[in-house]
């Protein structure tokens, strides 16, 4: 398997416009500063309108990034630990189907914390699971199988 380079922020990644650290500004507006897609994006235009930056990314964009990002959490080698805390949740149902997500949080790390606040750089997807029938056991085996 060929070995991934990381990117500098001063360079763009394979096959796309903006560079890393323009990137990484997009989310970090998402993240930290709690912004929507749109506020993003206006927030992205209010920099392109002072001439700091040559252009703004669409809401498009943003959410192209977001979703990006969140497929490589989800897909990423996850640390194998005893201490991971699941938060299950179902997502409304489609059809005949439900939803199942299931978020992980180490309780390792909410312990050198003083305050054991979960923040969003805590939270890890653990799996992502489609379920014709929703019950205990099942949701159970599935929390189970997504570490």
Known sequence: MKKKRLVPLTEKPRQHTYWTGFITTTLTLLHSASLSF????NAMEVFH??????????VETCIQWEMKLGLH???RTKEAADDWIWIPDHVV????HKCLVVLG???SS?????DLTV????????????M???????????CVNAI
């Open 49 to 58: 309108q002072q001439k700091k930056i040559d252009r703004a990314p669409a």
């Open 132 to 142: 014709k029938i929703s019950n205990g056991g099942d949701c159970k085996l599935n």
């Open 110 to 114: 909410l312990l050198k914390k003083d």
């Open 105 to 107: 949080v180490r309780m």
């Open 93 to 96: 149902s489609k059809g005949s």
């Open 73 to 75: 959490k989800l897909t």
């Open 38 to 41: 749109s506020g993003t994006a």
């Open 119 to 130: 923040a969003f750089e805590d939270v890890e997807p653990l799996g992502i699971v489609p």
